[in-house]
Protein backbone atom coordinates (compact mmCIF):
# COMPACT_ATOMS: atom_id res chain seq x y z
CA UNK A 1 0.00 0.00 0.00
CA UNK A 2 2.80 2.62 0.98
CA UNK A 3 4.59 2.13 -2.35
CA UNK A 4 1.22 2.54 -4.06
CA UNK A 5 0.99 5.87 -2.11
CA UNK A 6 4.81 6.53 -3.17
CA UNK A 7 4.00 5.94 -6.95
CA UNK A 8 1.23 8.26 -6.68
CA UNK A 9 2.91 10.87 -5.30
CA UNK A 10 6.06 10.78 -7.61
CA UNK A 11 3.90 10.72 -10.33
CA UNK A 12 2.09 13.49 -9.06
CA UNK A 13 5.27 15.44 -8.76
CA UNK A 14 6.20 14.96 -12.32
CA UNK A 15 2.28 16.00 -13.58
CA UNK A 16 1.84 19.02 -11.46
CA UNK A 17 4.38 21.14 -13.86
CA UNK A 18 2.89 19.42 -17.25
CA UNK A 19 -0.52 20.13 -16.03
CA UNK A 20 0.53 23.91 -14.78
CA UNK A 21 1.83 24.64 -18.27
CA UNK A 22 -0.62 23.34 -19.99
CA UNK A 23 -3.21 26.10 -17.99
CA UNK A 24 -0.76 28.43 -18.37
CA UNK A 25 -0.80 27.74 -22.36
CA UNK A 26 -2.20 31.14 -24.40
CA UNK A 27 -1.79 28.69 -27.96
CA UNK A 28 -4.62 29.78 -30.07
CA UNK A 29 -5.79 27.55 -33.17
CA UNK A 30 -8.18 29.36 -35.72
CA UNK A 31 -9.23 29.99 -39.16
CA UNK A 32 -11.28 30.73 -42.18
CA UNK A 33 -12.80 28.47 -44.81
CA UNK A 34 -13.91 29.46 -47.78
CA UNK A 35 -15.83 28.10 -51.42
CA UNK A 36 -16.12 30.09 -54.66
CA UNK A 37 -17.93 28.16 -57.50
CA UNK A 38 -18.92 30.53 -60.39
CA UNK A 39 -19.47 30.06 -64.37
CA UNK A 40 -17.71 31.96 -66.58
CA UNK A 41 -17.65 33.80 -69.80
CA UNK A 42 -13.73 34.14 -70.62
CA UNK A 43 -14.56 35.96 -73.61
CA UNK A 44 -13.11 35.70 -77.34
CA UNK A 45 -10.75 33.17 -78.08
CA UNK A 46 -11.78 31.35 -74.30
CA UNK A 47 -14.15 28.85 -73.85
CA UNK A 48 -16.74 29.49 -71.72
CA UNK A 49 -16.32 27.38 -67.87
CA UNK A 50 -17.29 26.47 -64.39
CA UNK A 51 -14.59 26.77 -61.40
CA UNK A 52 -14.28 25.59 -58.16
CA UNK A 53 -11.49 28.32 -55.88
CA UNK A 54 -10.75 28.88 -52.40
CA UNK A 55 -9.94 32.57 -52.40
CA UNK A 56 -10.62 35.09 -49.38
CA UNK A 57 -7.99 34.57 -47.45
CA UNK A 58 -9.02 30.61 -46.90
CA UNK A 59 -5.86 29.31 -44.11
CA UNK A 60 -5.80 27.83 -40.75
CA UNK A 61 -3.18 28.95 -38.17
CA UNK A 62 -1.81 28.73 -34.64
CA UNK A 63 -1.17 31.45 -32.60
CA UNK A 64 0.20 32.18 -28.91
CA UNK A 65 1.67 35.06 -26.08
CA UNK A 66 3.40 34.74 -23.29
CA UNK A 67 3.26 37.61 -20.85
CA UNK A 68 7.06 38.77 -19.63
CA UNK A 69 6.81 41.31 -17.20
CA UNK A 70 6.53 45.03 -17.33
CA UNK A 71 3.93 44.87 -19.99
CA UNK A 72 5.80 43.25 -22.22
CA UNK A 73 5.06 40.43 -24.18
CA UNK A 74 6.69 37.79 -26.67
CA UNK A 75 4.37 36.04 -29.34
CA UNK A 76 4.03 34.03 -32.79
CA UNK A 77 1.82 33.17 -35.07
CA UNK A 78 2.01 30.60 -38.09
CA UNK A 79 -0.51 30.89 -40.45
CA UNK A 80 -0.98 28.35 -43.58
CA UNK A 81 -3.48 28.61 -46.85
CA UNK A 82 -6.08 25.94 -46.86
CA UNK A 83 -7.41 24.53 -49.92
CA UNK A 84 -10.74 22.21 -48.64
CA UNK A 85 -10.66 21.19 -52.36
CA UNK A 86 -7.57 19.33 -51.71
CA UNK A 87 -6.26 20.53 -54.70
CA UNK A 88 -2.39 21.33 -53.68
CA UNK A 89 -1.29 25.25 -54.70
CA UNK A 90 1.89 24.95 -53.73
CA UNK A 91 1.80 27.37 -50.90
CA UNK A 92 3.16 25.13 -48.28
CA UNK A 93 3.66 25.82 -44.31
CA UNK A 94 3.78 28.89 -43.06
CA UNK A 95 2.58 30.84 -46.44
CA UNK A 96 0.08 33.08 -44.95
CA UNK A 97 0.81 36.33 -42.11
CA UNK A 98 3.74 34.13 -39.86
CA UNK A 99 5.90 36.16 -37.50
CA UNK A 100 7.83 35.86 -34.46
CA UNK A 101 7.58 39.35 -32.46
CA UNK A 102 7.81 41.36 -29.04
CA UNK A 103 5.41 44.08 -27.79
CA UNK A 104 4.86 46.44 -25.43
CA UNK A 105 4.60 50.06 -24.70
CA UNK A 106 6.62 51.08 -27.59
CA UNK A 107 4.86 49.02 -29.72
CA UNK A 108 4.87 45.94 -31.86
CA UNK A 109 8.41 44.53 -33.49
CA UNK A 110 8.15 41.50 -35.80
CA UNK A 111 10.13 39.39 -38.02
CA UNK A 112 8.60 36.62 -40.49
CA UNK A 113 5.61 37.20 -43.59
CA UNK A 114 3.55 39.42 -43.22
CA UNK A 115 0.55 42.00 -44.90
CA UNK A 116 2.85 44.95 -45.76
CA UNK A 117 2.13 48.20 -44.39
CA UNK A 118 1.03 49.50 -48.24
CA UNK A 119 -1.60 46.86 -47.92
CA UNK A 120 -2.68 47.30 -44.76
CA UNK A 121 -3.48 50.72 -46.36
CA UNK A 122 -5.63 50.06 -48.21
CA UNK A 123 -9.02 50.21 -46.03
CA UNK A 124 -11.66 51.85 -48.23
CA UNK A 125 -11.85 48.45 -50.68
CA UNK A 126 -14.95 47.27 -49.59
CA UNK A 127 -17.95 46.27 -51.42
CA UNK A 128 -16.33 42.89 -53.41
CA UNK A 129 -13.73 40.57 -52.55
CA UNK A 130 -10.18 40.38 -52.87
CA UNK A 131 -8.81 37.46 -54.81
CA UNK A 132 -11.21 35.10 -56.88
CA UNK A 133 -13.46 35.67 -59.29
CA UNK A 134 -14.95 38.27 -56.94
CA UNK A 135 -11.49 39.71 -56.50
CA UNK A 136 -11.34 43.13 -57.08
CA UNK A 137 -7.30 43.86 -55.88
CA UNK A 138 -6.31 42.08 -59.58
CA UNK A 139 -7.14 44.80 -61.49
CA UNK A 140 -6.51 47.89 -59.10
CA UNK A 141 -3.64 45.98 -57.51
CA UNK A 142 -1.89 43.62 -59.59
CA UNK A 143 -3.09 41.16 -57.53
CA UNK A 144 -3.37 40.63 -53.25
CA UNK A 145 -1.19 37.51 -52.80
CA UNK A 146 1.92 36.10 -50.89
CA UNK A 147 5.38 37.04 -52.56
CA UNK A 148 9.03 37.04 -51.92
CA UNK A 149 11.55 39.71 -52.94
CA UNK A 150 14.55 37.31 -51.27
CA UNK A 151 13.23 34.18 -54.09
CA UNK A 152 14.87 35.59 -57.32
CA UNK A 153 15.21 37.74 -59.99
CA UNK A 154 12.56 36.98 -62.77
CA UNK A 155 9.63 39.79 -62.85
CA UNK A 156 6.74 36.31 -62.26
CA UNK A 157 9.10 35.39 -58.83
CA UNK A 158 9.51 39.14 -57.55
CA UNK A 159 5.91 40.35 -58.66
CA UNK A 160 7.07 44.00 -59.93
CA UNK A 161 3.00 44.87 -60.85
CA UNK A 162 1.68 43.70 -57.75
CA UNK A 163 0.96 46.09 -55.01
CA UNK A 164 -1.10 44.09 -52.40
CA UNK A 165 1.70 41.96 -50.97
CA UNK A 166 2.19 39.57 -48.01
CA UNK A 167 5.95 40.11 -47.85
CA UNK A 168 8.26 37.21 -46.94
CA UNK A 169 11.49 38.15 -44.92
CA UNK A 170 10.32 41.53 -43.10
CA UNK A 171 11.56 43.76 -40.67
CA UNK A 172 8.68 44.74 -39.24
CA UNK A 173 7.55 47.78 -37.08
CA UNK A 174 4.11 48.74 -35.18
CA UNK A 175 3.06 51.95 -33.24
CA UNK A 176 1.20 52.06 -30.21
CA UNK A 177 -2.32 53.27 -31.17
CA UNK A 178 -2.79 57.64 -30.67
CA UNK A 179 -6.55 57.77 -30.62
CA UNK A 180 -6.99 55.12 -33.57
CA UNK A 181 -3.61 56.02 -35.64
CA UNK A 182 -1.14 53.33 -35.94
CA UNK A 183 2.25 54.27 -38.08
CA UNK A 184 3.48 50.89 -39.64
CA UNK A 185 6.73 50.51 -41.54
CA UNK A 186 8.90 47.15 -42.93
CA UNK A 187 11.43 46.06 -45.35
CA UNK A 188 12.80 42.77 -46.91
CA UNK A 189 16.31 41.51 -46.31
CA UNK A 190 18.02 41.15 -49.00
CA UNK A 191 18.33 36.80 -49.12
CA UNK A 192 18.21 36.88 -52.90
CA UNK A 193 21.60 38.73 -53.14
CA UNK A 194 23.72 35.47 -53.32
CA UNK A 195 21.27 34.47 -56.17
CA UNK A 196 22.36 37.32 -58.44
CA UNK A 197 24.42 37.66 -61.43
CA UNK A 198 27.44 39.29 -59.71
CA UNK A 199 27.65 41.81 -62.28
CA UNK A 200 24.48 43.56 -61.70
CA UNK A 201 24.70 43.02 -57.80
CA UNK A 202 20.88 43.78 -56.98
CA UNK A 203 19.16 43.35 -53.84
CA UNK A 204 15.78 42.99 -54.57
CA UNK A 205 13.71 44.56 -51.34
CA UNK A 206 10.77 45.77 -50.60
CA UNK A 207 9.97 48.94 -48.62
CA UNK A 208 6.97 49.70 -47.07
CA UNK A 209 5.17 52.69 -44.56
CA UNK A 210 2.00 53.36 -44.04
CA UNK A 211 -0.70 55.49 -41.83
CA UNK A 212 -3.75 53.67 -40.78
CA UNK A 213 -6.56 55.38 -38.64
CA UNK A 214 -9.41 53.66 -37.46
CA UNK A 215 -11.95 55.02 -35.08
CA UNK A 216 -15.62 54.74 -35.02
CA UNK A 217 -17.21 54.53 -38.42
CA UNK A 218 -14.00 55.95 -39.84
CA UNK A 219 -11.23 54.24 -41.29
CA UNK A 220 -8.43 56.21 -43.52
CA UNK A 221 -5.10 54.83 -44.67
CA UNK A 222 -2.43 56.22 -46.39
CA UNK A 223 0.43 54.29 -47.90
CA UNK A 224 4.24 54.14 -49.67
CA UNK A 225 6.00 51.40 -50.56
CA UNK A 226 9.25 51.22 -52.76
CA UNK A 227 10.69 47.91 -54.62
CA UNK A 228 14.52 47.86 -55.23
CA UNK A 229 16.38 46.52 -57.81
CA UNK A 230 13.79 44.72 -59.40
CA UNK A 231 14.85 43.02 -62.22
CA UNK A 232 13.11 42.04 -66.03
CA UNK A 233 14.14 40.02 -68.68
CA UNK A 234 13.25 39.57 -72.09
CA UNK A 235 10.22 41.89 -73.07
CA UNK A 236 9.18 43.00 -69.60
CA UNK A 237 12.43 45.25 -68.80
CA UNK A 238 14.85 47.24 -70.94
CA UNK A 239 17.11 47.78 -68.42
CA UNK A 240 18.95 45.31 -66.32
CA UNK A 241 16.99 46.65 -63.02
CA UNK A 242 14.97 49.48 -61.57
CA UNK A 243 13.29 50.84 -58.68
CA UNK A 244 9.85 50.72 -59.03
CA UNK A 245 7.32 52.74 -56.69
CA UNK A 246 3.53 53.71 -55.36
CA UNK A 247 1.88 55.08 -53.17
CA UNK A 248 -2.38 54.88 -52.02
CA UNK A 249 -4.63 56.81 -50.58
CA UNK A 250 -8.27 55.58 -49.41
CA UNK A 251 -10.96 55.13 -46.74
CA UNK A 252 -14.20 54.13 -45.44
CA UNK A 253 -17.27 55.15 -43.39
CA UNK A 254 -19.54 52.90 -41.92
CA UNK A 255 -22.85 55.29 -41.70
CA UNK A 256 -25.54 54.69 -38.59
CA UNK A 257 -24.26 50.69 -38.99
CA UNK A 258 -26.40 49.84 -41.89
CA UNK A 259 -24.11 51.35 -44.84
CA UNK A 260 -20.38 51.19 -45.09
CA UNK A 261 -19.05 53.24 -48.52
CA UNK A 262 -15.08 52.95 -49.46
CA UNK A 263 -13.01 54.54 -52.04
CA UNK A 264 -9.12 53.88 -52.98
CA UNK A 265 -6.57 55.34 -55.17
CA UNK A 266 -3.22 53.97 -56.06
CA UNK A 267 -0.68 55.72 -58.36
CA UNK A 268 2.27 53.08 -59.88
CA UNK A 269 5.58 53.95 -61.31
CA UNK A 270 8.27 51.62 -62.50
CA UNK A 271 11.68 52.23 -63.45
CA UNK A 272 12.31 50.61 -67.09
CA UNK A 273 16.10 51.91 -67.96
CA UNK A 274 17.82 54.89 -67.85
CA UNK A 275 15.24 57.57 -68.26
CA UNK A 276 12.42 54.93 -69.35
CA UNK A 277 9.29 54.81 -66.75
CA UNK A 278 6.30 53.58 -67.20
CA UNK A 279 2.91 54.69 -64.76
CA UNK A 280 -0.33 53.75 -63.82
CA UNK A 281 -3.21 55.15 -62.14
CA UNK A 282 -5.90 53.84 -60.51
CA UNK A 283 -9.10 53.91 -58.15
CA UNK A 284 -12.49 52.20 -56.97
CA UNK A 285 -15.38 52.91 -54.63
CA UNK A 286 -17.42 50.21 -53.01
CA UNK A 287 -20.11 49.96 -50.45
CA UNK A 288 -21.75 47.24 -48.19
CA UNK A 289 -25.48 48.19 -47.28
CA UNK A 290 -27.08 46.09 -44.20
CA UNK A 291 -30.23 46.09 -45.24
CA UNK A 292 -31.99 44.13 -42.30
CA UNK A 293 -31.57 41.37 -40.30
CA UNK A 294 -29.00 38.93 -42.38
CA UNK A 295 -29.42 40.45 -45.72
CA UNK A 296 -26.70 42.37 -47.52
CA UNK A 297 -26.02 44.06 -50.49
CA UNK A 298 -22.50 44.53 -51.56
CA UNK A 299 -20.90 46.11 -55.06
CA UNK A 300 -18.00 47.85 -56.02
CA UNK A 301 -16.16 49.50 -59.17
CA UNK A 302 -12.46 49.54 -60.36
CA UNK A 303 -11.28 51.96 -63.10
CA UNK A 304 -8.18 51.07 -64.39
CA UNK A 305 -6.29 53.69 -66.03
CA UNK A 306 -4.21 54.01 -69.45
CA UNK A 307 -0.33 53.27 -68.97
CA UNK A 308 1.91 56.18 -69.45
CA UNK A 309 5.71 57.11 -69.69
CA UNK A 310 8.07 56.67 -72.30
CA UNK A 311 8.85 53.23 -71.91
CA UNK A 312 8.65 51.42 -75.34
CA UNK A 313 7.54 48.24 -73.33
CA UNK A 314 5.72 47.20 -70.50
CA UNK A 315 5.59 44.42 -67.45
CA UNK A 316 4.61 40.81 -67.73
CA UNK A 317 2.28 39.70 -64.76
CA UNK A 318 3.56 37.59 -62.29
CA UNK A 319 0.97 35.28 -60.30
CA UNK A 320 -1.85 35.13 -62.07
CA UNK A 321 -2.13 38.98 -62.72
CA UNK A 322 -2.11 40.70 -66.27
CA UNK A 323 0.86 43.38 -65.60
CA UNK A 324 1.17 46.97 -66.93
CA UNK A 325 0.76 47.23 -70.52
CA UNK A 326 3.08 49.32 -72.67
CA UNK A 327 2.15 52.95 -73.21
CA UNK A 328 -0.65 53.73 -75.02
CA UNK A 329 -4.22 54.98 -75.05
CA UNK A 330 -7.05 52.49 -74.56
CA UNK A 331 -4.60 50.17 -72.27
CA UNK A 332 -7.29 50.22 -69.05
CA UNK A 333 -10.40 48.26 -68.18
CA UNK A 334 -13.62 48.61 -65.79
CA UNK A 335 -14.44 46.37 -63.40
CA UNK A 336 -18.22 45.78 -61.63
CA UNK A 337 -19.28 43.45 -59.17
CA UNK A 338 -22.57 43.02 -57.54
CA UNK A 339 -23.81 40.50 -54.65
CA UNK A 340 -26.16 39.77 -52.60
CA UNK A 341 -25.07 38.91 -49.24
CA UNK A 342 -26.68 36.58 -46.37
CA UNK A 343 -24.81 36.34 -42.67
CA UNK A 344 -26.02 32.70 -41.15
CA UNK A 345 -24.00 34.13 -38.06
CA UNK A 346 -21.01 36.47 -37.55
CA UNK A 347 -18.41 33.96 -38.59
CA UNK A 348 -20.65 31.86 -41.30
CA UNK A 349 -22.17 33.19 -44.99
CA UNK A 350 -23.00 32.96 -47.98
CA UNK A 351 -22.81 35.22 -51.53
CA UNK A 352 -24.51 35.25 -54.66
CA UNK A 353 -23.09 37.70 -56.93
CA UNK A 354 -22.32 38.68 -60.52
CA UNK A 355 -18.82 40.69 -62.27
CA UNK A 356 -17.84 42.21 -65.50
CA UNK A 357 -14.40 43.23 -66.70
CA UNK A 358 -14.55 45.73 -69.63
CA UNK A 359 -10.95 45.73 -71.09
CA UNK A 360 -10.25 48.62 -73.22
CA UNK A 361 -8.97 47.71 -77.17
CA UNK A 362 -5.29 47.31 -75.79
CA UNK A 363 -5.43 45.94 -72.81
CA UNK A 364 -5.96 42.12 -72.02
CA UNK A 365 -6.51 41.96 -67.94
CA UNK A 366 -8.58 39.08 -66.41
CA UNK A 367 -11.20 37.67 -63.82
CA UNK A 368 -9.38 36.34 -60.74
CA UNK A 369 -8.24 32.74 -61.48
CA UNK A 370 -8.93 32.91 -65.11
CA UNK A 371 -6.59 32.95 -67.70
CA UNK A 372 -6.17 36.64 -69.58
CA UNK A 373 -7.86 36.93 -72.94
CA UNK A 374 -5.93 35.91 -76.21
CA UNK A 375 -7.42 39.24 -77.55
CA UNK A 376 -6.73 42.28 -76.31
CA UNK A 377 -9.83 44.34 -75.71
CA UNK A 378 -12.07 41.50 -74.89
CA UNK A 379 -14.36 41.42 -71.77
CA UNK A 380 -15.12 38.74 -69.13
CA UNK A 381 -17.76 37.73 -66.89
CA UNK A 382 -19.16 35.34 -64.33
CA UNK A 383 -22.12 34.50 -61.85
CA UNK A 384 -20.33 33.08 -58.74
CA UNK A 385 -21.88 31.60 -55.44
CA UNK A 386 -19.46 31.98 -52.44
CA UNK A 387 -19.53 31.11 -49.18
CA UNK A 388 -17.23 31.26 -45.78
CA UNK A 389 -16.84 29.83 -42.17
CA UNK A 390 -14.21 31.45 -39.80
CA UNK A 391 -13.23 29.30 -36.45
Known sequence: MQKKLLAVAVAGVFAAPALALAQASTVQIYGKVTAE??????GDGRPKTDMLQNPGGSS????????LGGGLAAWFQYETSADIRGQNNGDGFGSRNSALGLKGAFGNIHIGRWDTPFKRATVGMIGGGDTGLLGQAFVFAGNSTGTGAVGGTAPNALGRDIWKRREASQIYYESPSFSGLNVLAAYSSANATSATNASIAAKPRVQSIAAVYKNGPLE???????HNDFI?????AVGTQGDD??????GSYNIMGMVKVGAQYIDTKYEMGPGRDLTKKNWMVGVDWHISGPHNLEASYVQAGDSKG??????????GSFGVAAPGSDTGAKWYSIAYRHDFSKRTLVKLGYVRLDNDDHASYGLGGLRTPTV??????AWVMYASHTF
Open 37 to 42: YGYADQ
Open 60 to 67: VGVKGEEA
Open 220 to 226: AGLGYER
Open 232 to 236: GTGAS
Open 245 to 250: RAWTLG
Open 310 to 319: NSPVGIAGGD
Open 376 to 381: AGANQN
